[in-house]
């Protein structure tokens, strides 16, 4: 199944919304859109809304913290909000919860990123 990707501008932050599986399929394309916000863009925060993602691999995490150290570097910030299913566990099961800001709902990411 092949994910669903939307971006848009909300205030100073871009999110992505991401719908169905995140694979070793899927993931370069995700990696390469999250690359161009950044790079191309100029994005300083993103929002990733994992919310209604129904399942990740670790190509899917090798995006996300691939973005995640490219926004470092430049001093910005990535908010994920948690998938709603349990595809949210592979956050604990690599210990990536620790590292990365993750949130509830989208609301909350986007407030947080005024911070």
């Not at 995640?68 to 949210?88: Q, Y």
Request: proline share 3%; aromatic share 6%.
């Amino acid at each position: 199944m092949q994910p669903v990707t939307t971006s848009e501008k909300v205030g100073d932050a871009y999110v992505v919304t991401l719908r169905g599986e995140i694979d070793a399929f899927t993931a370069p394309s995700l990696r390469d859109d999250l690359r161009a916000l950044v790079e191309e863009q100029g994005a300083r925060t993103v929002v990733v809304d994992l919310k209604t993602v129904t399942f990740l691999d670790s190509s899917a995490l090798g995006a996300l913290v691939g973005v995640f150290r490219r926004l470092r570097e430049r001093d910005g910030e990535l908010r994920i909000v948690r998938p709603g299913t349990t595809a949210s566990r592979i956050f604990e099961l690599t210990g990536l919860d620790a590292v990365l800001d993750l949130y509830a709902d989208q609301k909350d990411a986007l407030s947080a990123t005024s911070e």
